[in-house]
């Protein structure tokens, strides 16, 4: 077995002189590549967590213009095999746990992605709109049916996936903040600083907003020990810092928004009370938007580098160039919306598209008439527009999962770090639901992994619980 092991490096060694002289290096990645579809197999679990890590370092071959493909190395190459280990064993019977795949949560889902396909068919760009719906198979098969796989037989997964992602995640923060550091920590500087990792600040905001709930979370958790929480304080200490200087006002509202929440849950407000007063509100602010409208245009406040200007420029409709591009984009997307309401125009097509429908008088010094200007800038009329009436309710289908498990977890889960976790999570989804509000990110494996890995914690959390509450039953049921 040694002297075929020598053997073997021998002539990786002449292959990869050889793949070196004629301008080829990618011939050194091939024991990575081995060793990745060994653990596919072998250690499957194992490899999850190193795609996990791998994410917030992954980088964009279309931003550092290799070849203009928009593919992130090296975890999209990854959640493809791992795709395609799915129909594998879809082919030989259940790939995963069958209750993960036939829990109601992964049926709407399924729903979803074959909603997404039929749009795929139909759409005005077929080739853009197929590639999205891959994209987004093969975030779900990785970040929520194989992680929700194994976070039901394997619980200690649960908080490795949350610091898998979180320590090299500081790594890109310290990188950006020192980077930062040599423009003055200028405002500007800090759309761009965090490149090649991700790519503007404000998905760089969003990711920091989702991952601090659940890390700190993880810091009251008795297993630790004193060295453990040292570093996860470490890393929260970490992602404030970057949090605060990605100038990224979303993530600041999004935060402000969930640690509401947290204090209405904390005085035991219940859902249906919480969801009657937005209900409410969102009345009263449909019937006085007039009124809104006119005392927003009074803010002048234009985004600065000075962050209590920064803070006041959130509101600004009247001059803000960000604020108004957003409204313009949103308007867009609401005549495209009425143009083909049922199946709409394609899944990720909305860049394409969307140029004609801007009105004259929404059209900011920053509007774009180029297939280079980014969405929506909705997590929900981005779908509406592109996927028609039926993608708006998947989206909020899935936002009613997150809010009924919230409280629910909190309700029926009697461990306490359980609860810690469900907690954590919630309120991380929550971050992302918020900024969904004025952005979108679910096409980057960067948001992707959180998104669906923190709705798998609380798919195998729910079916814990559930499975609890049977045997319990059967129990008294037997005495």
């Known amino acids: 077995m040694q002297k075929l092991a020598h053997w073997a490096i021998g002539l990786f060694a002449v292959a990869l002189s050889a793949a070196i002289y004629f301008e080829w290096p990618w011939l050194a990645l091939l024991p990575a590549v081995i060793g990745m579809m060994w653990m596919a197999f072998a250690r499957l679990d194992t490899l999850i967590l190193v795609l996990i890590a791998c994410v917030p370092l992954s980088l ?64 005005s760009y077929p080739i853009v709109s197929v590639k999205f ?26 908080h490795k996936f949350i610091m898998a992602y979180a320590f090299p995640l500081c790594v890109v923060v310290i990188y950006t903040v020192i980077r930062h550091a040599g423009f003055g920590f200028e405002k500007d500087a800090g759309h761009w600083v965090m490149k090649p990792f991700f790519k503007d600040h404000t998905s760089y905001g969003a990711v920091l907003a989702m991952i601090t709930p659940p890390l700190a979370g993880l810091l009251f958790f008795r297993r630790f020990s004193p060295f453990v929480k040292a570093l996860l304080a470490g890393a929260l200490c970490i992602i404030g810092v970057g949090l605060i200087l990605s100038y990224t006002r979303a993530a600041w509202v999004s935060l ?13 407000f219940q859902l249906k009370t919480l969801l009657s007063i937005g209900f409410i509100v969102l009345a009263f602010g449909w019937f006085a938007r007039e009124a809104l409208v006119i005392q927003l245009e009074r803010n ?59 009105r004259s008088k929404d ?57 810690i976790l469900a907690m954590g999570v919630f309120l991380g989804l929550m971050t992302y639901f918020v900024h969904g509000v004025l952005n979108n ?39």
């Open 256 to 268: 402000v928004a969930v640690g509401v929440l947290w204090g209405l849950m904390r005085a035991a």
């Open 363 to 419: 059209r900011t010094i920053i509007s774009t008439n180029n297939a280079d200007g980014g969405n929506a800038h909705s997590e929900y009329l981005g779908p509406l527009a592109e996927q028609g009436v039926l993608g708006l309710i998947g989206v909020l289908g899935l936002l009613g999962f997150c809010l009924h498990w919230g409280f629910r977890l909190q309700r029926i889960l009697t461990d306490r770090e359980d609860r």
């Open 133 to 158: 719906f891959i994209a987004r198979a093969w975030f779900v098969v990785g970040f929520l049916w194989f992680l929700g796989h194994f976070f039901v037989h394997q619980p200690a997964h649960r």
């Open 60 to 123: 964009s071959l279309e931003d550092l213009e290799v070849g203009g493909i928009g593919l992130y190395l090296p975890t999209e190459p990854m959640l493809a095999g791992l795709l395609g280990l799915f129909v594998l064993r879809t082919l030989r019977g259940w790939p995963v746990d069958k209750e993960v795949l036939q829990h109601p949560f992964s049926r709407l889902v399924s729903i979803s992605l074959a909603w997404i396909l039929i749009t795929a068919i139909t759409s």
């Open 300 to 358: 002048n406040q234009d985004s600065s580098d000075d962050l209590t200007e920064h803070v006041e420029s959130i509101s600004n409709v009247s001059s803000d160039a960000s604020n108004l591009e957003r409204l313009n984009r949103w308007n867009a997307a609401l005549a495209l919306f009425s143009e083909r309401p049922v199946v709409g125009w394609g899944p990720g097509t909305y860049q394409f598209v969307y140029a004609p429908f801007q």
């Open 441 to 479: 990110y679910l096409d980057t494996d960067k948001a992707s992994a959180l998104f669906w890995g923190f709705f798998a914690i609380m798919l195998a959390l729910d079916l814990q619980a559930s499975s609890a509450k049977a045997s319990k039953e059967t129990r008294s049921t037997s005495t």
